[in-house]
């Protein structure tokens, strides 16, 4: 009986430990993946193989875990990638040579979100609860602010720079003031963990999607709700609008992305489908015809809006596609994934 006693004692312990390890990431769950150097891309499908394709450019390696975020600069002079190593890492897009790393100091497991402001002076990321702000400049620290408890998932910065939303497993969107991140407005968005956000081009509108699997259009900066879409019978892992807000799209752990006309919420008007498991990321062409997305089957998409086909289906990593940002003047792709590694890609066409 005491032997039977330390056997369940053993049990609850290695039980405790395992949910402790468990706790803190991102929405993205764990998989397994071989050496990143294993991987050469692999292009599976092209409907339209003399106009459309991706050449991979460059392949960084300077991130030890999974890569949560990556964004260009506005003058697409540097990259910016966050990571679940606990950095923000900044490369030059001539040479590739690391230009700062900014080292963050948590508990948790978690990726960081980040983005360049539009005129190219800041960059704001999420270091687990706290936002912070850098000067391009000198990578200094500007200011910080505690945001979401247990995590920031999503943020996005409206297009005239004044101000930033940001989204957390609390369920809540905040909208804060730049530079000095004052504290603008904030909703509890949603029942579960929001897990993405963005705003319109225009400035006048946000959306987001989350666990709960609700697609909200909103207000911004007021965040005064306007429509709630539940069509996924899953999470939406990413959302976004169009440049031309034409178009909405929520990427989802069911597999599809759905495609909404602004405005028009009754029915999707396409579902596109083509991955193999979750979608944790999509987003338009500057023309909004394309849409480019990331799977947790390791492959970026190219979807025809008009069609609502795949035209282009590419073996990209060797690990879930967690992020995807095209470069300003749309010329280039660059996509961070599981296996640890950012790829840029010149997109042909």
Known sequence: MVYMKGIFEIMAVLGIIILLLSCGENKVKPTNYNNTNSINPVTLYNKNAENLSLTLIKTLEDHYLYVFYVSFSPDERLIASGSADKT???????????????????????????????????????????LKIVSVRNFKEITNAYAHKKGIQSLDISPNGQYIISAGVDGQLRVWGVPD????????????????????????????????????????????????????????????????????????????????????????????TGHKG????????????????????????????????????????????????????????????????????????
């Open 88 to 130: 923000v890492i900044i490369n030059d897009c001539s040479s590739w040579k690391v230009v700062n790393v900014m080292k963050e100091n948590y508990y948790d497991l978690w990726g960081i979100p980040v983005k360049f402001s539009p005129d190219g002076n800041y960059i704001v990321y999420g270091s687990y609860e706290t």
């Open 278 to 349: 979750s979608v944790p990321v999509a987003i338009f062409s500057s023309n909004e015809n394309l849409i480019f997305s990331g799977g947790q089957d390791d492959c970026i998409d190219i979807f025809d809006i008009e069609k609502g086909t795949m035209i282009y289906n590419l073996k990209a990593h060797n690990g879930d596609i967690l992020t995807l940002c095209l470069s300003p003047d749309g010329k280039f792709l660059a996509s961070g994934s599981r296996d640890r590694t950012v790829k840029v890609w010149q997109f042909n066409k």
């Open 181 to 272: 991140l004052k504290p603008i407005t904030n909703v509890l968005g949603h029942d579960k963990e929001v897990w993405s956000t963005c705003i319109s081009a225009d400035g006048k509108f946000a959306v987001s999607g989350g666990e709960d699997g609700f697609l909200k259009v909103w207000k911004f900066p007021s965040l005064e709700l306007q429509s709630a879409v539940k069509y996924h019978q899953k999470s939406i892992e990413y959302v976004s609008i169009s440049p031309l807000q034409k178009y909405i799209l929520c990427a989802s752990a069911d597999s599809t992305i759905s495609i909404w006309k602004w405005g028009e919420y009754q029915a999707p008007y396409r579902v596109l």
